[in-house]
């Protein structure tokens, strides 16, 4: 198994375990294509929730640049319903894994296909 496959494995068990989620996991597996090389950096790999720059990083370069949603509030209540379904306590919450909920979240998956 490649070092990308387990990160897989272990973000589908972040999502069923953590966040009551059965993911799919054809779109998870290109949600995490798209991190590129970041999925492999321990501070890249995840998000720091209580952070304001990375929140605005991830409203930035992946809600607005990636899935091409309009800036507006509802992108930050979004992010911290994410984070609050992904556990305010788990400090280890994986970029791929939040990718991949925003993603359902504004119904984006066409963006991978």
């Keep these: 198994m490649s070092a990308r496959e387990e990160l897989i494995k272990k973000y589908a068990e972040d999502l069923k375990e953590k966040c009551g989620v059965t993911p799919n996991m054809d779109l998870l597996t ?16 995840t998000v720091a929730g209580s952070q304001p720059s990375e929140l605005e990083t991830v409203k930035k370069n992946f809600l607005i640049k990636k899935l091409g949603l309009p800036k507006s509030p509802e992108l930050d209540t979004a992010i911290h319903a994410v984070l609050e379904k992904y556990g305010k306590a788990n400090k280890h919450k994986y970029r791929a894994v939040v990718y991949y909920l925003l993603t359902v979240h504004f119904k984006k998956e066409s963006v991978y296909k």
């Design 30 to 45: 290109k949600v995490t294509i798209g991190c590129g090389p970041s999925i492999y950096n321990p501070d890249a790999s």
